[in-house]
């Protein structure tokens, strides 16, 4: 009898020394993550098996039994998580499930700035490899995208229609793999944040008037250089819009540059006569009221400007000093020429 509980115990201790080993040997790194780690993918759906195919392809394990045992063991309640994961280098199959199952996701981070347009924000999340052209593409393809964006309402010209204006200028991040609607949804949000915390009522405002605040802080937004003047630009382009020719002494017309560089797409330091009379609805030197829609999208600054504009009687501006970003702002326009041949004086275009 004790011969054979002997040779149990010894057969238990031979096949544990051997499950022990073969865990030993199946569990140690593969020696292929590199040294600055290995991104991998968990997409949506994708079962325990499936991943431990996918991970012995790539040599990160090797045996994909072992990794579905273990992770029945390790994380018998945990779900899969679906995003970007970076497995850290020397990782065994053990540590690969727990950097997977309890590990944090990839994270992008990007900066839109102030001022930007929609194509330039765009461009930013293709050059930082946030999103693919396509993926912008086919996102924008979508013929009930502002819908989808919250926007739906704000929709006057379906020509005309995007997110513009809408896209707030910060420094974000997102999940690495974040879908086009997740990162323009987020910035979108932001807009809403911030508008709340400039002017808290501004459901009261009917859609058009609304707009019409945003409109204007994107043309203040590419006017000013210097953010500390935006509350007099505003107050100077007020002045204008609600003069409606009361007093013709004074400007009608918005008359800013800004939606001119808008139309050229590029900045011109000096604009000619030409460019200032290029019929486009945007040309505010030709066209009465706001531009159809904005030019671009607005910083907290502009926006608050446009909400609260300064007090003032001034109608006309035009640069003091090119590398402050101030301006010279007159009530009359004699005054203006004579700031305009200042200027002019100073850049050598006399």
């Known amino acids: 009898m004790k011969i054979f509980i002997k040779a149990a115990i010894l057969s238990i201790i031979i096949v544990t020394a051997v499950i022990l080993s073969a865990f030993f040997i199946l569990n140690r790194p593969t020696n292929h993550i590199p040294v600055s780690g290995y991104e991998l993918e968990v997409t949506h759906g994708m079962t325990a098996h499936k991943l431990s195919r ?4 790539e040599k990160l394990i090797r045996s994909p039994k072992l990794f579905v045992l273990m992770t029945k063991i390790i994380c018998p309640t945990t779900p ?22 309890h590990g944090e996701f990839i994270t992008v981070t990007f900066m839109i700035p102030e001022g930007a347009t929609l194509r330039q924000t765009n461009d930013i999340l293709v050059k930082n490899g946030i999103l693919t052209q396509k993926q912008i593409d086919d996102f924008f393809a979508e013929p009930d995208y502002m819908q989808t964006l919250g926007l739906g309402n704000y929709i006057f010209d379906k020509k005309l229609a995007s997110p513009e204006g809408f896209l707030s200028p910060d420094t974000y991040t997102f999940t ?12 979108i949000a932001l807009f809403y944040k911030k508008i709340k915390e400039i002017y808290p ?93 904005p030019i671009c999208n607005p910083g907290y600054d502009a926006l608050k400007a446009s909400f609260y504009p300064a007090k003032h ?38």
């Open 54 to 57: 996918l991970l012995r392809g």
């Open 80 to 101: 899969l998580k679906s995003g970007w994961f970076r497995i850290k280098p020397n990782s065994s199959t053990v540590s690969i499930i727990k950097q997977i199952y």
């Open 176 to 187: 690495k793999g974040a879908s086009a609607e997740t990162i323009y949804k987020g910035m």
């Open 201 to 293: 009522d501004y459901n009261d405002l009917s859609h058009s008037d609304f707009y019409d605040k945003i409109k204007m802080a994107a043309i203040i937004e590419r006017e000013v250089k210097n953010h500390s003047e935006a509350p007099i630009v505003a107050g100077v382009f007020y002045n204008r819009l609600n003069n409606n020719e009361k007093n013709p002494r004074y400007p009608t017309l918005l008359q800013s540059c800004a939606t001119i560089q808008y139309i050229l797409g590029k900045p011109q330091e000096q604009l000619t006569d030409k460019e200032l009379s290029i019929d486009s609805p945007y040309n505010t030197y030709i066209y009465k009221g706001l531009t159809p829609t």
């Open 313 to 350: 009687d001034y109608y006309y501006f035009v640069v003091d000093d090119p590398t402050l970003g101030t301006h010279k702002f007159s009530k009359e326009y004699g005054a203006h020429l004579k700031a305009k041949d200042s200027y002019k004086e100073k850049k050598g275009f006399k």
